[in-house]
Structure formats: structure tokens, C-alpha cells
């Protein structure tokens, strides 16, 4: 039995396994490429040179990330965000958590329940 068959037989048999399996191989993949994102971007906050990965966000430089995130399918996001990047793309910037608020707050980037502060 070749092993493509095997796994169509195997993935019937067994859905939650595989769907595990496929969560975790997802998560993987997305982890390594927000990694090259951050490689990319130059892996420090643009305003303050904080560079722990752990609270590194891309940021769209003009806004509009949520609009972008909501209009796509979010699994692929960081898939379609280095896409982008690697095609010569100036859109996104790497900020720290908080000076990414402090960017939202500033521009008024945000919706706080139906009414903008």
C-alpha cells in the first residue's frame, strides 16, 4: 500500500488525530513564518528598539490591519504578510505591544465597542 493511500484510508479511520496533526503542523508553519517576518523587518520595535520576538507585532504602517486581517482568511495571514514583504512591500512595520497602542491611540485606529473614541 503506498503511503498516500495509506493516509486517506488512515485520515478516515482517525479524523481527530489528523485533525490534530493538521492544527499543530499549521501552528508550526505560522510560527516560523511570523520568525521571518520579524527577520525581515529588522527584528526590533521601529520606535523604542525593544526586541523581544515575543511582544513584536507587524503593524501596517497606514493602518487598516484588522480590515485586512477580517477580508481574508486569517490562518493565512502571516502567509499572505510575508508574501507581500518578500515582493518588495513598505506596507508594515515591526512595533512593540505598546507602542503599537500608543500608534492606535494616536491615529485613533481603533473602535471602542460601535462608538469611535
Given at each position: 500500500?503506498?503511503?498516500?493511500?495509506w493516509q486517506r484510508q488512515?485520515?478516515?479511520?482517525?479524523?481527530?488525530?489528523?485533525r490534530k496533526y493538521d492544527t499543530?503542523?499549521?501552528r508550526r508553519a505560522n510560527h516560523r513564518r511570523r520568525m521571518k517576518i520579524i527577520e525581515l523587518l529588522g527584528g526590533k520595535c521601529v520606535r523604542c528598539g525593544f526586541i523581544d520576538w515575543?511582544?513584536?507585532q507587524i503593524d501596517h504602517v497606514?493602518?487598516?490591519g484588522q480590515k485586512d486581517i477580517r477580508a481574508q482568511n486569517s490562518i493565512l495571514y502571516y502567509k499572505r504578510v510575508l508574501r507581500?514583504?518578500?515582493e518588495g512591500s513598505k506596507d508594515y512595520?515591526?512595533?512593540?505591544a505598546n507602542c503599537n497602542w500608543i500608534k492606535?491611540?494616536?491615529?485613533?485606529?481603533?473602535?471602542?465597542?460601535?462608538k469611535e473614541i
Open positions: 500500500m503506498k503511503k498516500l493511500e488512515n485520515r478516515k479511520l482517525h479524523p481527530e488525530k489528523w499543530d503542523c499549521k515575543r511582544a513584536l497606514n493602518g487598516n507581500r514583504i518578500l512595520q515591526l512595533l512593540c492606535r491611540y494616536e491615529k485613533r485606529e481603533y473602535v471602542y465597542g460601535k
